[in-house]
């Protein structure tokens, strides 16, 4: 047995072949051939901002239907007139057609040109009705040269940024970085505990920072998938605006991914079985989706609690997204909530290495 | 097998472990040697498992020394790490991961690996080489683990109870993986509770009940020390009974033994010895219910030390 004293010769290796690239792969193995875990960490939030989608599309004004009855003298120029409004679908129809449309509601309003003057055929009751007979009587006065002598002017209510779809992108972007991070740990290294793979791993050369530390490297790769989903739905399908700048917006997530995965390690640092390590999860999880202002502001909470709830990790998160996405700060503005979250990271990455179990 | 004067591969000393309420291993000594196949052979709840795993440096100690490859765990752990295969009991591999990917994150740690593909086909996984663990058998998964053990070339390997609960034809396939491990040089430490798996595999075994070393020797050496060229097992019916220095007393029967129901005679021929018993047995009106002879066992060493069976079956 000569070769128990000698040195062993390091081979050089691909960095495939490499343990932490091993151990990342390992996990997103694991994380991929797991439907279920797809679903909720990337589907779900699909299906949340896809309803959310629908609820909140922007609905242009409804325009109403009303039918002009041809054949009339000066019919030429009140179908014009109407025809400018964007208000109106206006329809051209013969004398028993256009009365058989307005029986069967398919227009709200009847229009027919009598020379200078027009009579208006319509169902009071329809509230519809009454509104295209108002527009439709604007439009014909307007053309014909009334000025109005009150000058109006609108905002419309809808501007992008100040929705309640707007306020709750960033929330749920957060909850889900929380969630994901939290989770998708949890589960792994407690299922790996308890079938004593911890054990085995830490009965090889593997160096045990690198098993941590591949977790933290896939989330990485999960992170930019997640983060693509729902911001790519929130600023395409939604119109939710990134007001300051996507880097910043970037940097906010990635830190709190980490946060988050230190938050992960830590609880499943001990928790020998899966409904242990949930417990714990929703323990340290469902605070923070109530006061974090997920769903709505945190600011609706008394001011005593205040101090705890802006410590809170998602609040951090939240805080800062939304202050960069609706309002455009910048990242240096957001120092604040930015050493909340590394003060997390911290303080959880070092109590996880030193609490964590391998059998 | 290797010569007494082989440099030791594994030297415990005074080896103690306790548990909130048990002594787990109690002033426990063993000597392997380089090159040696050796094996724990002890009933659930000897110790066997604490010893080898506190010999692959994953339990501490409360006292004693223990030299793994002329190295200490608090000296060189990741020098030890390297240079030990081990295979612990009833591990579950990640289930979704395939056997080569298993194979290829095991050999990802050492920096001396043997090629994933010469280790599949070492332990006959060339078919299961895409599919996942989830997919393997029970025989299947024994070998895989096995093969995460092998996969660092190491030069001590320590296996705990590699067959428990697998059928016969599994337990044949990973005694031949063994063998051929074995056949290399390297040396081997084996946990079981089966005398047989001992029997075939290990060059030296130590019998170990309550924490301590109880025998020590080749397989033939203990069986050797029970005197005995033949045992004879018998039952009586109507749970009759028959004193144990009468038997003793009998020609050609050099000792006598009853645990439960069961009377074991050790006999140095079994024509010498039946005659004597069966006058014995009809001058006392006591009716045989069964009667068998076999050739002395580590079974019967164990009983012989202990008056308890191996195991519990």
């Not at chain 2, 612990?88 to 979704?96: A, E, F, G, R």
């Given at each position: 047995?000569?070769?128990?004293?000698?040195?062993?010769?390091?081979?050089?290796?691909?960095?495939?072949?490499?343990?932490?690239?091993?151990?990342?792969?390992?996990?997103?193995?694991?994380?991929?051939?797991?439907?279920?875990?797809i679903?909720?960490?990337f589907?779900?939030?699909?299906?949340l901002?896809?309803?959310?989608?629908?609820?909140?599309?922007?609905?242009?004004?409804?325009?109403?239907?009303?039918?002009?009855?041809?054949?009339?003298?000066?019919?030429?120029?009140?179908?014009?007139?109407?025809k400018?409004?964007?208000?109106?679908?206006?329809?051209?129809?013969?004398?028993?057609?256009?009365?058989?449309?307005?029986?069967m509601?398919?227009?709200?309003?009847?229009?027919?040109?009598?020379?200078?003057?027009?009579?208006?055929?319509?169902?009071?009751?329809?509230?519809?009705?009454?509104?295209?007979?108002?527009?439709?009587?604007?439009?014909?006065?307007?053309?014909?040269?009334?000025?109005?002598?009150?000058?109006?002017?609108?905002?419309?209510?809808?501007?992008?940024?100040?929705?309640?779809?707007?306020?709750?992108?960033?929330?749920?972007?957060?909850?889900n970085?929380?969630?994901?991070?939290?989770?998708?740990?949890?589960?792994?290294?407690?299922?790996?505990?308890?079938?004593?793979?911890l054990?085995r791993?830490?009965?090889?050369?593997?160096?045990?920072?690198?098993?941590?530390?591949?977790f933290?490297?896939?989330?990485l790769?999960?992170?930019?998938?997640?983060?693509?989903v729902?911001?790519?739905?929130?600023t395409?399908?939604?119109?939710?605006?990134?007001?300051?700048?996507?880097?910043?917006?970037?940097?906010?997530?990635?830190?709190?991914?980490?946060?988050?995965?230190?938050?992960?390690?830590?609880?499943?640092?001990?928790?020998?079985?899966?409904?242990?390590?949930?417990?714990?999860?929703?323990?340290?999880?469902?605070?923070?989706?109530?006061?974090?202002?997920?769903?709505?502001?945190?600011?609706?909470?008394?001011d005593?609690?205040?101090?705890?709830?802006?410590?809170?990790?998602?609040?951090?998160?939240?805080?800062?997204?939304?202050?960069?996405?609706?309002?455009?700060?910048?990242?240096g503005?957001?120092?604040?909530?930015?050493?909340?979250?590394?003060?997390?990271?911290?303080?959880?990455?070092?109590?996880?290495?030193?609490?964590?179990?391998w059998? | 097998?290797?010569?007494?004067?082989?440099?030791?591969?594994?030297?415990?000393?005074?080896?103690?472990?306790?548990?909130?309420?048990?002594?787990?291993?109690?002033g426990?000594?063993?000597?392997?040697?380089?090159?040696?196949?050796?094996?724990?052979?002890?009933?659930?709840?000897?110790?066997?498992?604490?010893?080898?795993?506190?010999?692959?440096g994953?339990?501490?100690?409360?006292?004693?020394?223990?030299?793994?490859?002329?190295?200490?765990?608090?000296?060189?752990?990741?020098?030890?790490?390297?240079?030990?295969?081990?295979c612990?009991?009833?591990?579950?591999?990640?289930?979704?991961?395939?056997?080569?990917?298993?194979?290829?994150?095991?050999?990802?740690f050492?920096?001396?690996?043997?090629?994933?593909?010469?280790?599949?086909?070492?332990?006959?996984?060339?078919?299961?080489?895409?599919?996942?663990?989830?997919?393997?058998?029970?025989?299947?998964?024994q070998?895989?683990?096995?093969?995460?053990?092998?996969?660092?070339?190491?030069?001590?390997?320590?296996?705990?109870?590699?067959?428990?609960?697998?059928?016969?034809?599994?337990?044949?396939?990973?005694?031949?993986?063994?063998?051929?491990?074995k056949?290399?040089?390297?040396?081997?430490?084996?946990?079981?509770?089966?005398?047989?798996?001992?029997?075939?595999?290990?060059?030296?075994?130590?019998?170990?009940?309550?924490?301590?070393?109880?025998?020590?020797?080749?397989?033939?050496?203990?069986?050797?020390?029970?005197?005995?060229?033949?045992?004879?097992?018998?039952?009586?019916?109507?749970?009759?009974?028959?004193?144990?220095?009468?038997?003793?007393?009998?020609?050609?029967?050099?000792?006598?033994?009853?645990?439960?129901?069961?009377?074991?005679?050790?006999?140095?021929?079994?024509?010498?010895?039946?005659?004597?018993?069966?006058?014995?047995?009809?001058?006392?009106?006591?009716?045989?219910?069964?009667?068998?002879?076999?050739?002395?066992?580590?079974?019967?060493?164990f009983?012989?030390?202990?008056?308890?069976a191996?195991?519990d079956?």
């Open positions: 047995m000569s070769e128990h004293g000698s040195a062993r010769v390091r081979k050089s290796r691909r960095l495939v072949e490499r343990p932490l690239a091993q151990l990342t792969l390992v996990r997103m193995r694991e994380f991929f051939r797991e439907p279920e875990a679903f909720w960490t589907g779900f939030p699909l299906l901002a896809g309803g959310l989608a629908i609820a909140f599309r922007n609905k242009p004004a409804e325009a109403v239907p009303v039918a002009v009855v041809s054949g009339a003298a000066g019919s030429e120029r009140v179908i014009a007139a109407l400018a409004d964007s208000g109106l679908v206006v329809d051209v129809l013969g004398d028993s057609a256009a009365a058989a449309s307005l029986r509601g398919k227009v709200a309003l009847l229009v027919e040109p009598r020379g200078d003057s027009v009579r208006y055929r319509f169902d009071s009751d329809r509230a519809e009705a009454r509104s295209a007979r108002m527009i439709a009587d604007v439009a014909l006065q307007r053309a014909a040269g009334r000025v109005d002598p009150v000058a109006v002017s609108e905002s419309r209510v809808t501007e992008a940024g100040s929705r309640y779809i707007d306020f709750f992108l960033p929330g749920l972007l957060g909850m970085l929380m969630g994901a991070s939290v989770w998708s740990i949890a589960f792994s290294v407690v299922t790996a505990r308890s079938k004593r793979l054990k791993l830490s009965a090889t050369p593997m160096r045990r920072g690198q098993y941590l530390a591949s933290i490297l896939s989330r790769v999960f992170l930019a998938i997640e983060v693509g729902i911001l790519g739905i929130g395409w399908m939604l119109g939710v605006p990134v007001r300051g700048s996507l880097v910043a917006v970037l940097a906010i997530t990635l830190l709190a991914a980490l946060a988050f995965s230190g938050i992960g390690l830590l609880i499943s640092s001990r928790a020998r079985t899966v409904e242990a390590v949930s417990g714990l999860a929703n323990f340290v999880l469902f605070p923070m989706w109530i006061f974090s202002g997920v769903f709505f502001a945190s600011t609706r909470f008394p005593v609690v205040q101090p705890l709830i802006k410590a809170l990790p998602l609040t951090a998160t939240n805080d800062a997204l939304r202050a960069v996405m609706l309002q455009g700060a910048t990242l503005s957001q120092a604040l909530n930015l050493a909340i979250l590394t003060a997390w990271l911290v303080v959880t990455f070092v109590a996880a290495l030193r609490l964590f179990q059998r | 097998m290797s010569a007494p004067s082989a440099p030791l591969a594994l030297s415990v000393r005074g080896l103690v472990k306790r548990y909130a309420d048990v002594t787990a291993v109690d426990l000594d063993l000597e392997v040697r380089a090159g040696e196949c050796f094996g724990l052979l002890g009933p659930n709840g000897a110790g066997k498992t604490t010893t080898i795993e506190i010999c692959e994953l339990t501490a100690a409360d006292a004693g020394e223990v030299t793994v490859l002329g190295r200490r765990w608090d000296r060189h752990p990741r020098e030890l790490r390297e240079r030990l295969g081990i612990l009991q009833d591990t579950q591999l990640s289930d979704k991961l395939t056997v080569e990917e298993t194979l290829t994150l095991f050999a990802s050492y920096d001396v690996a043997r090629p994933v593909d010469d280790v599949i086909a070492m332990v006959s996984l060339g078919e299961k080489r895409a599919s996942r663990v989830v997919g393997l058998s029970g025989g299947q998964k070998r895989l683990a096995v093969a995460c053990a092998m996969v660092g070339e190491p030069e001590l390997l320590f296996l705990d109870e590699p067959t428990t609960g697998l059928d016969p034809q599994s337990r044949r396939q990973l005694w031949e993986l063994v063998e051929r491990f056949s290399t040089g390297r040396t081997v430490v084996l946990t079981t509770h089966y005398m047989e798996e001992a029997e075939v595999l290990c060059d030296r075994v130590a019998i170990v009940d309550h924490g301590k070393v109880i025998a020590l020797g080749t397989p033939r050496e203990l069986v050797a020390s029970l005197d005995a060229e033949h045992v004879v097992d018998f039952t009586l019916a109507h749970d009759a009974e028959v004193a144990l220095d009468l038997l003793q007393a009998l020609p050609g029967v050099r000792s006598a033994r009853r645990t439960a129901g069961l009377y074991e005679l050790a006999v140095g021929a079994v024509h010498e010895a039946l005659p004597g018993l069966l006058a014995l047995l009809a001058a006392r009106g006591v009716e045989l219910a069964e009667l068998k002879t076999h050739s002395p066992t580590l079974e019967d060493v009983v012989g030390l202990t008056g308890r191996l195991r079956e």
